[in-house]
């Protein structure tokens, strides 16, 4: 019998209405852990295995600096990060994924599309990691020369 693993999800969102929609659209199917991001972000990073983020740049600064994108990424590199905002530039997207986003979702945003990015980051997290996997197997294969 295979055991079924559920994937983690954090999500470091500020508003506390926000953070009830994700609790009921994802609880389901992920164990979904959120926090406002007034800790100690790096510790909340590292205190547990998380199988993707999911990180709100809510004030004007994050937009800006992506201070805390870059952290994610720094401590938890193989780790697909979904940025969402209530803002949506082309500037700001363009920002995001170039610090590492995996996606960007646009506040308000539906149960649908919040779950079609969690799927579509855990599936390519998924991929990344049997290639990987695969590249590691191929190079312990004793040469043939």
Known sequence: MVEQVTRTILAFEGA?????????DL????DII????????????LDRHTDV??????????REEMHQL????SLLPHT??????????????????????????TKPYSPHRIRIAVTQA????????????SHTDISRMPSSA
């Open 16 to 24: 506390a209405d926000w953070q009830k929609r994700l609790q009921r």
């Open 27 to 30: 609880s389901g199917e992920y």
């Open 34 to 45: 959120c926090k406002n991001g007034s800790g100690d972000f790096a510790t909340e990073l």
């Open 53 to 62: 983020v999911l990180l709100d740049l809510a004030t004007a600064k994050e």
């Open 70 to 73: 870059r952290k994610v990424r």
């Open 80 to 105: 697909p990060v979904i940025v969402t905002s209530a803002e949506e530039s082309a500037e700001l997207v363009v920002r995001a994924m170039k610090f590492g986003a995996f996606d960007f979702v």
């Open 122 to 133: 855990l599936e390519t997290d998924r991929k990344s990691t049997r290639l990987n996997s």
